[in-house]
């Protein structure tokens, strides 16, 4: 049975750069994916691109490619990535340039565009799953729309000879089935090959979280030498079979646990994970450890695709003004909540205008709010923060600086203010019907 | 005892729902989970923090649940006013839980 094996070099957009060298070195590889395009990236990139037309791809692409483009040519290892952002085809000619400025002629970059489905989501003002709303109510706060695109226009490229494949917004498990539809010849209506290959695509997707990072609970779950975490490479077969492993020697653990976790990551219903090319059924995936490091998984299943692709829609939502103090020793507690409650006076007799305030107490319940932490025990230091929305920037300011104001009139030994203020860009989706996105694929040679 | 005795967790974020997954370390006490992890007690577990539904979903063949917990992220991790916008911490609070094993100890 023919194989191959995909190594996956990266699992957002600022993972470690070294881990993809090693499996580019010694891993054995065919492909190398790198995953980089988190949920809002799209639309800061597009805001990116607005103001300079050659700009809005992934920051790291320069480096990530620099490090990895000499071993990928020397070994024929093919590229796919998303770091194309709201930019593939600048990436794909900066990527052209890269392999020049190595010496490395007659690759072949692909970028696959048609993504961006703006107009199309204007011109049909489809409503926002998450709230009540349509595109058009966002009105000029819209910033950016683009479609989940499947697999098929990146095997399409690998299948035209490409070296490196540029995407944008794509499906996450997309990014590995291609390689998979390229290599197999899968046709695009085998709903089981493609359900069992989005679970491969989906368990290598964020690199380290299956081989033993986003993981560790010492005396629970020990894994070895995460300092040099070693990243996953799936062995898969033309029938969609599947072993998880890494390189040998790397830090890390591929194990049936880290496995089993992975495969539930942002995962609702087992039995529908919905994919621009299929609609994956976890539910009867088995897992069995083969060798040390090395796990087989089976049993993914799939169906029908619908005849929606899912839409991120990036626009401007609000502002976020915070600010944080510390206090510590003795009474550090009632300090703290002294702290909170002036600034929560401060925040009403100074009319700072809010939708919606928060306050923390880092060290105490911060993190799963004060009912769910109410049985923790008194910390030796409490850090006080303060967050609120507002509607400009010039009130997300004034929070911060009712807390850093503490520092000479609120309690006894605060320490260590620190504020700030952002606007924030917030995603929704809408559901497109998938006639209206047309992807296609440009190519540039280096 | 407690849930992280017997089984480990993972939390992923999607908007703003939170899933979290609860895995038997021995298969064997698979049935425990099902019986004693059910919704209503995470939801209740996690009283002021989801503020939608919990739905739990079951994988016997790795011996797991999912929970899948509706309005859960603070409108949604790219708006979310939380120091953890993802939640990423919500698993080790569900391994807290307390878990009848059967025995007086």
Sequence with gaps: MRTIRIGSGAGYSGDRIEPAVELAEKGDIDYLVFECLGERTVALAQQARMRNPEAGYDPLLEERMRAVLPLCAARGIKIVTNMGAANPEAAARKTADIARSLGLSKLKIAAVVGDDVLDACKSHDLPIMEFDGTIKQLGNKLLSANAYLGAEPMAEALSAGADVVITGRASDPALFLAPMIHAFGWAMDDWNLLGRGTVAGHLLECAGQITGGYFADPGYKDIPDLARLGFPIGEVGEDGSLVVTKVPGSGGAVTAQTCKEQLLYEVHDPQKYFQPDVVADFSQVCVEEIAPDRVRVSGGRGTKRTDTLKVSVGYVDSFIGEGQISYAGPGALARGRLALDIVRERLKLTGVSTSELRFDLIGMDSLHGPQVSAHGNEPYEVRVRVTGRTENLREAVRIGNEVETLYTNGPAGGGGAWKSARDVVAVASVLLPRELAKPHVRFVEA | ?105
């Design chain 2, 1 to 105: 005892m407690k849930l992280r005795e017997i089984a480990h967790s993972r939390t992923g974020d999607k908007g703003n729902t939170s899933n979290i997954s609860v895995i038997a370390y021995d298969p064997r006490h698979f049935p425990l989970l099902q019986q004693q992890v059910t919704a209503e007690r995470v939801r209740a577990h996690f009283a002021g923090v989801v503020e939608g539904e919990v739905v739990r979903y079951e994988l016997p063949n790795i011996a797991a649940l999912n929970f899948v917990m509706d309005q859960t992220l603070g409108g949604g991790v790219t708006r979310s006013l939380a120091l953890d916008a993802h939640g990423k911490s919500l698993s080790s609070a569900l391994l807290d839980l307390e878990i009848d094993d059967g025995h007086t100890s």
